[in-house]
């Protein structure tokens, strides 16, 4: 089954036919919300809202661990996840849906890991390619069929927020060669693969980066909540192609 993890701008996915929720609890604890299932485009999937109903956890409060398991438990292979970024890189402006292929992680003092090293062996990962190919080429493929561009690839700076960040930060990940700035692409896809799941982001960019183009001098937030919603009628396009293609 295919699972989408829906961010700021979509915390529910109206789009889901015949919905049935259901609360579920892990060893890590609970998940953000109750997990939806329902049908898409005819087929089955599952939706986790990141940030809980009403939107009441900031990125660092969020359970990563418990969101990640718990869509294991009920056979998700697919983890498609819905993220709102600030752009940094010159292709990547405001209005622009991404397929990152990258991940920098300057977050701190979240629970990063399912292999803390009490119960065995120290455990590593390869995480050379963070996200899932098959899954980027398939979300790539869907957009072609819905008619929408995507932008295939760039590299996402996952800052711990829950501010934004100053135009010296942005000007230090440009250097670091970061397109694409959000606060919750990790742990996430890297906690999808330790689990072995398949997992990509498709990127919101809903205002340019601090410091950079229209927010010189400051990010207008109002606008960028404007532009979130109005892009997810794009996501939901694509969202609903991706579907069709099976599990
Ligand atoms: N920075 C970090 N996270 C974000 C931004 C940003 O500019 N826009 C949306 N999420």
Redesign the pocket.
Known sequence: MLAIIGG?GLDRLSALDSTRQMTVSTPYGEPSAPLVFGRLNKRDVVFLARHGENHRLPPHKINYRANIWALREQGVKNIVAI????GIAAGVGAGTLAIPHQVIDYTWGRASTYFEGDDGPVKHIDFTQPYCETLRARLLHAAQRAGERLHAGGTYAA?Q?PR??SAAEIARLARDGADM???TGMPEVALARELGLCYATLAVV??A??GTGA?ANA?DLPQ?ERLARELMTRVVRILEEVAADGD
């Open positions: 700021s993220a709102t970024v600030g800052t927020g934004l960040e700035v959000g606060m809903v205002n980066a601090a927010s990010i960028a």
